[in-house]
C-alpha cells in the first residue's frame, strides 16, 4: 500500500517566508502566557463558570447552584480563574458577584464552542 507524504518532496528553506515570519512572532513570553490562557480555559468547570459569567453576574451560591456544584468547588474554581485574570469579583454589600475580567475571555470560549458545534455538526452530517 502507497503511502501519502504529506511533505515537501525536497528540503528547502524558502529564507524570505521565514524571514517574514520571525520578524511578526511575538515575544516567547507572550506564547507562553497565551498557552496558560487556554490551559486555563481546558477545564471544563471552569468553561461552565465562564459561561454563565457571560450571561449575568453571579455570587458562589448561584453558581454552585446553575452548575449543581459545591459553594466550596467553585470557589476554589474561582480563586484560581482570579489569579488567571479570567474573572474578577466586587462586593456588594455583603456579596462576592463575580463576572468576566474582560471581553477577551467571552470571545475566546464563544469561538471554542461555534468550533466545537460546527465540527459535530460535519460530523454527524458525514454519517
Known amino acids: 500500500m502507497k503511502q501519502s507524504r504529506k511533505s515537501c518532496a525536497e528540503y528547502s528553506v524558502h529564507e524570505?517566508?521565514?524571514?517574514?515570519?520571525?520578524?511578526?512572532?511575538?515575544?516567547?513570553?507572550?506564547?507562553?502566557?497565551?498557552?496558560?490562557?487556554?490551559?486555563?480555559?481546558?477545564?471544563?468547570?471552569?468553561?461552565?463558570i465562564i459561561w454563565a459569567l457571560d450571561k449575568s453576574e453571579m455570587c458562589v451560591c448561584d453558581l454552585a447552584e446553575t452548575l449543581g456544584m459545591t459553594s466550596s468547588a467553585v470557589s476554589h474554581q474561582l480563586s484560581f480563574m482570579r489569579r488567571m485574570n479570567l474573572v474578577k469579583y466586587r462586593r456588594s454589600g455583603k456579596e462576592v458577584l463575580y463576572s468576566l475580567a474582560d471581553g477577551h475571555v467571552k470571545d475566546m470560549l464563544e469561538s471554542c464552542i461555534v468550533h466545537t458545534s460546527e465540527n459535530e455538526r460535519e460530523k454527524s452530517d458525514e454519517k
Open 16 to 48: 524570505d517566508i521565514v524571514g517574514s515570519i520571525r520578524a511578526m512572532m511575538p515575544e516567547q513570553e507572550t506564547f507562553r502566557k497565551a498557552a496558560e490562557f487556554f490551559k486555563a480555559l481546558g477545564d471544563e468547570t471552569r468553561a461552565k
